[in-house]
């Protein structure tokens, strides 16, 4: 728990979620000078693989740095700039690369790691003398004409305006009763890091083939590449279940030895693509989706 005086339950803003979103919004909201609360399950952790990296990342645009810069946590992340892109496809000879020169920029934008960019978030929060973060569980929301409040299991918020940014499962948007439409794509996504010989020297690559859009995004690492894999749920599981060895033959023939060998590679992850929609993202007066 910080900022605020701990024994009120009474905020002009109270935010659920705690992710990236949520935890910029809360910064973000605080700084016009309203009392915020945050409210997530629980303190987020630092998340990291045998490459000493999180294998979740987050592509950053330069909107999005110059929000993170304005927050005050960007000079406390490592970022991987990419200069340039460079996207192809499995049949045909078409192509498609550009630059960061051309739109007279240094980097076209940058990768960040995801739980290390929400510790930084985090850090602030704690720190700001104007926020007061409370951990626990969401049991009930009860909108009310001029504010709305919020159960957890061992107490009751109050706030002019609760902001649901707790996911695409959203307890904040269920409790409200809001009505969500999900788009399934009928694919999986398989993240991981790989090393590789060569190095990515900032640049993005994505092939697009037959069973769907294969990504090596560049790391802090000049030999480490972040690998967003869309494709089947048949090949997804099969390639989850492949061995090392096997998995980076793979990978390497897909990108077309773009980087040489990939010599390694990180656990794996997989899950499935769909897109969440809710009906009504400003449901009642007091509540607002995000």
Avoid at 2 to 28: H, I, K, N, R, Y
Avoid at 49 to 75: H, T
Avoid at 180 to 188: D, M, N, P, R
Wanted: net charge negative; with cysteine; glycine share 8%.
């Amino acid at each position: 728990m910080s900022g605020a005086d701990s024994a009120g339950a009474e905020f002009d803003v109270l935010v659920v979620g705690g992710g990236l979103v949520g935890a910029a919004a809360a910064l973000a909201i605080a700084g016009f000078g309203v009392r915020v609360g945050l409210v997530d399950a629980r303190q987020p952790a630092l998340n990291r693989g045998s490459f000493g990296m999180d294998v979740r990342n987050i592509a950053c645009s330069p909107a999005s740095q110059a929000l993170l810069a304005e927050l005050g946590v960007w000079s406390e992340l490592i970022a991987a700039p990419y200069q340039r892109m460079e996207v192809w496809e499995e049949r045909g000879t078409s192509s498609l690369a550009f630059g960061a020169e051309e739109v007279e920029r240094a980097e076209l934008g940058w990768i960040l790691e995801n739980s290390a960019t929400v510790m930084a978030l985090w850090a602030r929060l704690e720190a700001h003398s104007g926020i007061d973060v409370r951990l626990g569980e969401v049991t009930g929301v009860s909108p009310a004409a001029d504010r709305v409040t919020v159960s957890l299991a061992t107490e009751s918020l109050t706030a002019r305006l609760l902001v649901g940014a707790d996911g695409a499962r959203s307890v904040v948007r269920e409790l409200v009763g809001e009505d969500t439409e999900v788009l399934a794509t009928g694919q999986k996504a398989l993240d991981k890091l790989v090393r590789t010989q060569a190095p990515h020297e900032g640049v993005a690559l994505q092939r697009f083939l037959l069973d769907g859009p294969l990504a090596l995004l560049p790391s802090r690492e000049p030999k480490v590449s972040s690998v967003v894999w869309s494709q089947s749920p048949a090949e997804a599981e099969r390639r989850q279940a492949l061995a090392e060895g096997a998995f980076c033959a793979e990978v390497e023939a897909a990108i077309e030895a773009r980087l040489g060998r990939v010599t390694a590679a990180d656990a794996r992850f997989t899950f499935p693509l769909a897109q969440h929609v809710v009906h009504d993202f400003n449901p009642h007066p007091r509540v607002l989706l995000i």
